[in-house]
Antibody, heavy 116, light 107 residues
Framework: QVQLQQSGAELAKPGSSVKISCKAS????????ISWIKQTTGQGLEYIGY????????NYNEKFKGKATLTVDKSSSTAFMQLSSLTPDDSAVYYC?????????WGQGTLVTVSS | DIQMTQSPASLSASLGETVSIECLAS??????LAWYQQKPGKSPQLLIY???SLQDGVPSRFSGSGSGTQYSLKINSLESEDAATYFC?????????FGAGTKLELK
């Protein structure tokens, strides 16, 4: 069955970067985009953007341009999101989801905590 | 960006009751509205898409309606498993935007 397995929780220092992975299985990876969503208690859910897993083309929410970088490795059916220049405001649970719309399949979420 | 105003923020209801949750978009989203359910520690689950289409496997006590800028999710005959937070999402225009969520508590 379809699964999106995300990497584990990250504890990072302000100013550093983290790279979260989302490994897909149970379907043809390049047939669906991967979208990324941020969830915090304060700001709720925010759409970060998506990546075309076939071409590598991306679409970012303006708010996350320069903060998030989406990439894929087709050989391992894995999507990645790198978050750079981390601040405490980047502390959140980050989800990947299959498709650029109608997100039926989600990863389990990756908790990123930014603290000195 | 399209703003999604969701109400109420929280709701308490008894088993068997019917509840409604509303989402108001800042502009016409042409029925491009989805509803998600999220339980603590879990990922969101798609309930309704295109305002009123029930996702496969979702109980028929869930229904969605609306048009233009106003949309609602109705849950009939509440069951204990319906205790969760519900979010609306507009996928009419990038960037997609979510409502702030409604936390449903069962009495």
């Amino acid at each position: 069955q379809v699964q999106l397995q995300q990497s584990g929780a990250e504890l990072a220092k302000p100013g550093s970067s983290v790279k979260i992975s989302c490994k897909a299985s149970g379907y043809t990876f390049t047939s669906y985009y991967i979208s990324w969503i941020k969830q915090t208690t304060g700001q709720g859910l925010e759409y970060i953007g998506y990546i075309n897993t076939g071409s590598g083309g991306t679409n970012y929410n303006e708010k996350f341009k320069g903060k998030a970088t989406l990439t894929v490795d087709k050989s391992s059916s894995t999507a990645f999101m790198q978050l750079s220049s981390l601040t405490p405001d980047d502390s959140a649970v980050y989800y990947c989801a299959r498709g650029n719309i109608l997100w039926v399949w989600w990863g389990q979420g990756t908790l990123v905590t930014v603290s000195s | 960006d399209i703003q999604m105003t969701q109400s109420p923020a929280s709701l308490s209801a008894s088993l068997g009751e019917t509840v409604s949750i509303e989402c108001l978009a800042s502009e016409d989203i042409y029925n491009n509205l989805a509803w998600y359910q999220q339980k603590p520690g879990k990922s969101p689950q798609l309930l309704i898409y295109y305002a009123s289409s029930l996702q496969d496997g979702v109980p028929s006590r869930f229904s969605g309606s609306g048009s233009g800028t106003q949309y609602s999710l109705k849950i009939n005959s509440l069951e204990s498993e319906d205790a969760a937070t519900y979010f609306c999402l507009q996928d009419s225009e990038y960037p997609y935007t979510f409502g702030a969520g409604t936390k449903l508590e069962l009495k």
